[in-house]
Protein backbone atom coordinates (compact mmCIF):
# COMPACT_ATOMS: atom_id res chain seq x y z
CA UNK A 1 0.00 0.00 0.00
CA UNK A 2 1.24 3.52 -0.95
CA UNK A 3 0.93 4.75 2.78
CA UNK A 4 3.44 1.52 3.86
CA UNK A 5 6.08 2.97 1.43
CA UNK A 6 5.56 6.66 2.92
CA UNK A 7 5.55 5.86 6.31
CA UNK A 8 7.80 8.25 8.64
CA UNK A 9 8.11 10.71 6.44
CA UNK A 10 5.42 13.96 7.35
CA UNK A 11 4.13 15.11 3.58
CA UNK A 12 2.48 18.56 3.14
CA UNK A 13 1.23 19.05 0.12
CA UNK A 14 0.19 22.12 -1.23
CA UNK A 15 -2.73 23.12 -4.05
CA UNK A 16 -4.16 26.37 -5.27
CA UNK A 17 -7.82 25.35 -4.25
CA UNK A 18 -10.15 21.98 -4.17
CA UNK A 19 -10.85 22.30 -7.78
CA UNK A 20 -11.95 18.77 -10.17
CA UNK A 21 -8.51 18.94 -11.71
CA UNK A 22 -6.64 15.75 -12.18
CA UNK A 23 -3.72 16.95 -9.65
CA UNK A 24 -6.39 17.72 -6.44
CA UNK A 25 -7.93 14.11 -7.55
CA UNK A 26 -4.45 13.09 -7.17
CA UNK A 27 -3.82 14.22 -3.76
CA UNK A 28 -7.55 13.05 -2.61
CA UNK A 29 -6.27 9.90 -3.46
CA UNK A 30 -2.90 10.21 -1.58
CA UNK A 31 -4.24 11.58 1.69
CA UNK A 32 -6.97 8.94 2.08
CA UNK A 33 -4.25 6.17 1.06
CA UNK A 34 -1.71 7.67 3.60
CA UNK A 35 -1.40 8.17 7.15
CA UNK A 36 0.23 11.45 8.31
CA UNK A 37 -0.53 13.00 5.26
CA UNK A 38 -1.79 16.74 5.61
CA UNK A 39 -3.40 18.85 2.61
CA UNK A 40 -3.09 22.94 2.55
CA UNK A 41 -4.29 25.39 -0.18
CA UNK A 42 -3.38 28.86 -1.22
CA UNK A 43 -7.09 30.38 -1.62
CA UNK A 44 -9.26 28.68 0.28
CA UNK A 45 -11.82 25.28 -0.59
CA UNK A 46 -13.30 24.45 -3.93
CA UNK A 47 -16.02 22.14 -5.27
CA UNK A 48 -13.57 18.89 -3.98
CA UNK A 49 -13.82 20.05 -0.22
CA UNK A 50 -16.89 17.84 0.91
CA UNK A 51 -14.88 14.92 -0.33
CA UNK A 52 -11.54 15.78 1.75
CA UNK A 53 -14.09 15.93 4.83
CA UNK A 54 -12.22 13.93 7.60
CA UNK A 55 -8.59 14.26 6.20
CA UNK A 56 -5.89 16.68 7.58
CA UNK A 57 -6.58 20.04 5.40
CA UNK A 58 -5.33 23.37 6.26
CA UNK A 59 -7.37 26.17 3.87
CA UNK A 60 -5.83 29.61 2.78
CA UNK A 61 -7.86 32.10 1.49
CA UNK A 62 -7.62 34.73 -1.31
CA UNK A 63 -6.45 38.80 -0.89
CA UNK A 64 -6.58 40.24 -4.67
CA UNK A 65 -4.88 37.38 -6.35
CA UNK A 66 -2.58 36.39 -3.67
CA UNK A 67 -3.24 34.59 -0.76
CA UNK A 68 -3.84 36.60 2.80
CA UNK A 69 -1.67 37.29 5.10
CA UNK A 70 -3.03 34.64 7.54
CA UNK A 71 -3.47 32.39 5.01
CA UNK A 72 0.24 32.73 4.60
CA UNK A 73 0.99 32.37 8.16
CA UNK A 74 -1.12 29.31 8.23
CA UNK A 75 0.78 27.60 5.63
CA UNK A 76 4.22 28.39 6.87
CA UNK A 77 3.17 26.81 10.27
CA UNK A 78 1.90 23.78 8.21
CA UNK A 79 5.43 23.30 6.64
CA UNK A 80 7.09 23.49 9.78
CA UNK A 81 5.16 20.53 10.77
CA UNK A 82 6.44 18.76 7.83
CA UNK A 83 9.18 16.86 6.73
CA UNK A 84 8.62 17.96 3.08
CA UNK A 85 6.32 20.36 1.57
CA UNK A 86 5.44 18.86 -1.95
CA UNK A 87 3.61 21.64 -3.90
CA UNK A 88 1.94 21.11 -7.34
CA UNK A 89 1.12 23.59 -10.22
CA UNK A 90 2.37 26.70 -10.56
CA UNK A 91 0.19 28.83 -7.40
CA UNK A 92 1.18 25.90 -5.30
CA UNK A 93 4.70 25.69 -6.54
CA UNK A 94 5.18 29.35 -5.69
CA UNK A 95 3.22 29.62 -2.86
CA UNK A 96 3.81 26.23 -1.73
CA UNK A 97 7.41 27.19 -2.25
CA UNK A 98 7.72 30.37 -0.19
CA UNK A 99 6.35 28.46 2.80
CA UNK A 100 8.61 25.71 2.70
CA UNK A 101 11.78 28.44 2.14
CA UNK A 102 9.54 30.20 5.57
CA UNK A 103 10.17 27.39 7.27
CA UNK A 104 13.29 25.70 6.17
CA UNK A 105 12.01 22.63 4.91
CA UNK A 106 12.58 20.85 1.40
CA UNK A 107 10.26 21.51 -1.30
CA UNK A 108 9.16 18.82 -3.87
CA UNK A 109 7.76 20.56 -6.55
CA UNK A 110 5.31 18.80 -9.02
CA UNK A 111 4.55 19.92 -12.66
CA UNK A 112 1.32 18.67 -14.09
CA UNK A 113 0.42 20.62 -17.88
CA UNK A 114 1.94 21.99 -20.42
CA UNK A 115 1.17 25.75 -20.90
CA UNK A 116 1.21 26.89 -24.65
CA UNK A 117 -0.52 30.25 -24.04
CA UNK A 118 1.90 31.00 -21.18
CA UNK A 119 2.78 34.95 -20.66
CA UNK A 120 6.12 36.17 -20.69
CA UNK A 121 5.25 37.35 -17.18
CA UNK A 122 4.10 33.57 -15.84
CA UNK A 123 7.44 32.18 -18.04
CA UNK A 124 9.81 34.50 -16.01
CA UNK A 125 8.03 33.80 -12.68
CA UNK A 126 7.92 29.90 -13.58
CA UNK A 127 12.10 30.09 -14.25
CA UNK A 128 12.73 31.79 -11.03
CA UNK A 129 10.45 29.96 -8.32
CA UNK A 130 12.24 26.60 -10.35
CA UNK A 131 15.34 26.99 -8.22
CA UNK A 132 13.72 26.23 -5.18
CA UNK A 133 12.61 23.22 -4.92
CA UNK A 134 15.85 20.28 -4.86
CA UNK A 135 13.99 18.32 -6.79
CA UNK A 136 11.36 18.53 -9.65
CA UNK A 137 8.26 15.60 -10.49
CA UNK A 138 6.79 15.87 -13.94
CA UNK A 139 3.82 13.95 -15.51
CA UNK A 140 5.27 12.81 -18.20
CA UNK A 141 8.01 13.36 -20.62
CA UNK A 142 6.50 16.33 -22.40
CA UNK A 143 5.96 18.32 -19.32
CA UNK A 144 9.76 17.12 -18.15
CA UNK A 145 10.54 18.61 -21.40
CA UNK A 146 8.73 21.79 -20.11
CA UNK A 147 10.06 22.20 -17.03
CA UNK A 148 12.89 24.20 -16.36
CA UNK A 149 13.14 22.73 -12.59
CA UNK A 150 16.20 21.21 -10.68
CA UNK A 151 16.65 17.28 -10.67
CA UNK A 152 13.34 16.53 -13.18
CA UNK A 153 11.91 12.82 -12.75
CA UNK A 154 8.89 11.92 -14.60
CA UNK A 155 6.38 9.80 -12.58
CA UNK A 156 3.45 9.20 -14.48
CA UNK A 157 -0.06 9.39 -12.73
CA UNK A 158 -2.20 7.07 -12.03
CA UNK A 159 -5.77 5.81 -11.63
CA UNK A 160 -7.42 3.57 -8.81
CA UNK A 161 -7.80 0.67 -11.37
CA UNK A 162 -11.08 -1.10 -8.96
CA UNK A 163 -12.87 1.66 -9.51
CA UNK A 164 -13.66 1.76 -12.97
CA UNK A 165 -13.48 -2.06 -12.98
CA UNK A 166 -17.30 -2.98 -14.04
CA UNK A 167 -17.78 -4.09 -17.68
CA UNK A 168 -17.92 -1.48 -20.39
CA UNK A 169 -21.50 -1.65 -22.07
CA UNK A 170 -21.53 1.43 -24.09
CA UNK A 171 -25.03 2.00 -25.35
CA UNK A 172 -24.88 5.87 -24.09
CA UNK A 173 -23.90 8.01 -27.38
CA UNK A 174 -20.77 10.58 -27.10
CA UNK A 175 -18.78 11.42 -23.58
CA UNK A 176 -16.98 14.19 -22.96
CA UNK A 177 -15.15 15.07 -19.24
CA UNK A 178 -12.89 18.28 -18.11
CA UNK A 179 -12.73 21.81 -17.00
CA UNK A 180 -15.05 23.93 -19.54
CA UNK A 181 -11.99 26.11 -20.11
CA UNK A 182 -10.27 26.45 -23.94
CA UNK A 183 -7.71 24.37 -23.43
CA UNK A 184 -9.94 21.15 -23.56
CA UNK A 185 -11.50 21.61 -26.96
CA UNK A 186 -15.29 20.74 -25.98
CA UNK A 187 -15.67 23.87 -28.74
CA UNK A 188 -13.98 21.54 -31.51
CA UNK A 189 -16.33 18.56 -30.24
CA UNK A 190 -19.03 20.46 -30.79
CA UNK A 191 -18.27 21.40 -34.25
CA UNK A 192 -17.26 18.24 -35.06
CA UNK A 193 -20.00 16.21 -34.19
CA UNK A 194 -21.63 14.22 -37.01
CA UNK A 195 -25.90 14.40 -37.61
CA UNK A 196 -27.87 12.77 -35.07
CA UNK A 197 -25.20 12.18 -32.70
CA UNK A 198 -25.54 13.66 -29.07
CA UNK A 199 -23.15 14.20 -26.97
CA UNK A 200 -23.03 14.63 -22.94
CA UNK A 201 -19.92 16.64 -21.02
CA UNK A 202 -19.35 16.91 -17.40
CA UNK A 203 -17.16 19.15 -15.86
CA UNK A 204 -17.48 23.29 -14.79
CA UNK A 205 -16.98 26.73 -15.66
CA UNK A 206 -18.65 28.98 -18.13
CA UNK A 207 -17.77 27.72 -21.54
CA UNK A 208 -21.20 25.85 -22.06
CA UNK A 209 -23.15 27.47 -25.05
CA UNK A 210 -26.15 26.26 -26.03
CA UNK A 211 -26.21 23.54 -28.59
CA UNK A 212 -29.43 21.33 -29.83
CA UNK A 213 -27.14 17.64 -29.42
CA UNK A 214 -25.18 18.65 -26.08
CA UNK A 215 -26.56 18.38 -22.18
CA UNK A 216 -23.98 19.54 -20.31
CA UNK A 217 -24.03 17.54 -16.66
CA UNK A 218 -22.12 20.26 -14.41
CA UNK A 219 -19.99 18.33 -11.86
CA UNK A 220 -20.66 14.76 -11.25
CA UNK A 221 -19.47 11.92 -9.05
CA UNK A 222 -20.29 8.46 -11.02
CA UNK A 223 -17.92 9.45 -13.78
CA UNK A 224 -17.29 5.88 -13.52
CA UNK A 225 -20.82 4.37 -14.32
CA UNK A 226 -20.81 6.92 -16.74
CA UNK A 227 -17.85 5.75 -18.91
CA UNK A 228 -19.22 2.26 -18.35
CA UNK A 229 -22.14 3.47 -20.57
CA UNK A 230 -20.87 5.83 -22.96
CA UNK A 231 -19.70 4.23 -26.55
CA UNK A 232 -16.76 6.65 -27.00
CA UNK A 233 -14.78 8.82 -24.74
CA UNK A 234 -13.66 12.07 -26.44
CA UNK A 235 -10.76 14.15 -25.18
CA UNK A 236 -10.32 16.95 -27.46
CA UNK A 237 -7.65 18.57 -25.56
CA UNK A 238 -5.75 21.85 -27.40
CA UNK A 239 -3.14 20.92 -24.83
CA UNK A 240 -2.44 18.52 -21.85
CA UNK A 241 0.24 17.72 -19.47
CA UNK A 242 -1.08 13.98 -18.70
CA UNK A 243 -4.31 13.31 -19.85
CA UNK A 244 -5.98 11.64 -16.61
CA UNK A 245 -9.30 11.74 -18.05
CA UNK A 246 -8.63 9.46 -20.66
CA UNK A 247 -6.61 7.46 -18.70
CA UNK A 248 -9.63 6.37 -16.69
CA UNK A 249 -11.46 5.60 -20.03
CA UNK A 250 -9.37 3.36 -20.87
CA UNK A 251 -9.29 1.73 -17.52
CA UNK A 252 -13.21 1.80 -17.47
CA UNK A 253 -13.10 0.17 -20.92
CA UNK A 254 -14.44 2.65 -23.34
CA UNK A 255 -13.20 3.97 -26.49
CA UNK A 256 -11.04 7.04 -26.65
CA UNK A 257 -10.32 9.32 -29.29
CA UNK A 258 -7.92 11.60 -28.13
CA UNK A 259 -5.81 14.51 -29.73
CA UNK A 260 -2.18 14.23 -30.33
CA UNK A 261 -0.63 16.46 -27.87
CA UNK A 262 1.45 16.77 -25.59
CA UNK A 263 1.44 13.79 -22.94
CA UNK A 264 -1.57 12.83 -24.23
CA UNK A 265 -1.10 11.17 -27.50
CA UNK A 266 2.13 9.38 -25.58
CA UNK A 267 -0.34 7.64 -22.98
CA UNK A 268 -2.88 7.01 -25.41
CA UNK A 269 -1.01 5.28 -28.14
CA UNK A 270 -2.67 2.48 -30.05
CA UNK A 271 -4.56 2.09 -27.58
CA UNK A 272 -7.43 5.15 -28.99
CA UNK A 273 -7.84 7.19 -32.08
CA UNK A 274 -5.56 9.67 -32.38
CA UNK A 275 -6.33 13.37 -34.14
CA UNK A 276 -4.50 16.46 -34.53
CA UNK A 277 -6.08 19.34 -32.16
CA UNK A 278 -8.07 21.64 -33.23
CA UNK A 279 -8.92 19.76 -36.18
CA UNK A 280 -12.88 19.44 -36.47
CA UNK A 281 -12.60 17.80 -39.41
CA UNK A 282 -10.07 14.90 -38.39
CA UNK A 283 -12.34 14.59 -35.26
CA UNK A 284 -15.95 14.41 -37.03
CA UNK A 285 -13.96 11.24 -39.10
CA UNK A 286 -12.82 9.64 -36.28
CA UNK A 287 -16.19 9.61 -34.29
CA UNK A 288 -17.63 8.45 -37.57
CA UNK A 289 -15.55 5.97 -37.40
CA UNK A 290 -15.35 4.58 -34.27
CA UNK A 291 -19.56 4.90 -33.95
CA UNK A 292 -19.85 2.82 -36.92
CA UNK A 293 -18.00 0.15 -36.02
CA UNK A 294 -19.04 -2.01 -33.14
CA UNK A 295 -15.58 -4.31 -33.90
CA UNK A 296 -13.63 -1.18 -33.61
CA UNK A 297 -15.23 -0.23 -30.36
CA UNK A 298 -14.87 -3.65 -28.86
CA UNK A 299 -10.87 -3.70 -29.83
CA UNK A 300 -10.14 -0.35 -28.16
CA UNK A 301 -12.05 -1.49 -25.33
CA UNK A 302 -9.57 -4.34 -24.50
CA UNK A 303 -6.33 -2.43 -26.17
CA UNK A 304 -7.47 0.74 -23.43
CA UNK A 305 -8.02 -1.48 -20.96
CA UNK A 306 -4.43 -3.93 -21.02
CA UNK A 307 -2.52 -0.08 -21.45
CA UNK A 308 -4.37 1.34 -18.28
CA UNK A 309 -3.32 -2.14 -16.03
CA UNK A 310 0.59 -0.51 -16.24
CA UNK A 311 -0.82 3.09 -14.44
CA UNK A 312 -1.94 1.98 -10.69
CA UNK A 313 -2.10 4.41 -7.72
CA UNK A 314 0.87 2.00 -6.00
CA UNK A 315 3.51 3.04 -8.86
CA UNK A 316 2.25 6.62 -8.99
CA UNK A 317 2.50 7.16 -5.46
CA UNK A 318 5.73 4.85 -4.91
CA UNK A 319 7.45 6.99 -7.13
CA UNK A 320 6.02 10.45 -4.79
CA UNK A 321 7.56 8.37 -2.05
CA UNK A 322 10.56 7.46 -3.42
CA UNK A 323 11.31 11.17 -4.14
CA UNK A 324 10.19 12.40 -0.74
CA UNK A 325 12.80 9.94 0.76
CA UNK A 326 15.46 11.29 -1.68
CA UNK A 327 14.93 14.74 -0.26
CA UNK A 328 15.11 13.85 3.63
CA UNK A 329 17.76 10.97 3.37
CA UNK A 330 21.45 12.06 4.75
CA UNK A 331 23.62 13.91 3.17
CA UNK A 332 23.94 17.36 1.65
CA UNK A 333 21.38 16.97 -1.53
CA UNK A 334 19.19 14.19 0.27
CA UNK A 335 21.54 12.04 -2.51
Not at 181 to 194: E, H, I, S, T
Amino acid sequence: MPGAIDRGVRILHVLADLSPGGAERLVLAHARATPGVVVATVFGGGPLESAFAGLPLVLGERRRGRPSAKALARLVRAARSADVVHTHLFAGNLWGGLAARLAGRPQLAHEHNVEVDETTAHRAARRIIAGWPRQTLAVSEAVARYSVGNDVRVVENGVDLARFAAPWRGGGGVLAIGRLVPQKGFDVLLAALPEAVSARIVGDGRLAPPHPRVSWLGLRDDVPALLAEADVLVVPSRWEGFGLVALEGMAAGVPVIATNVGGLGPLVGDAGVLVPPGDVQALGAALARVLGDRGLREELSRRGRARSAQFSLSRTFGGWAAACARLVAPGPRGA
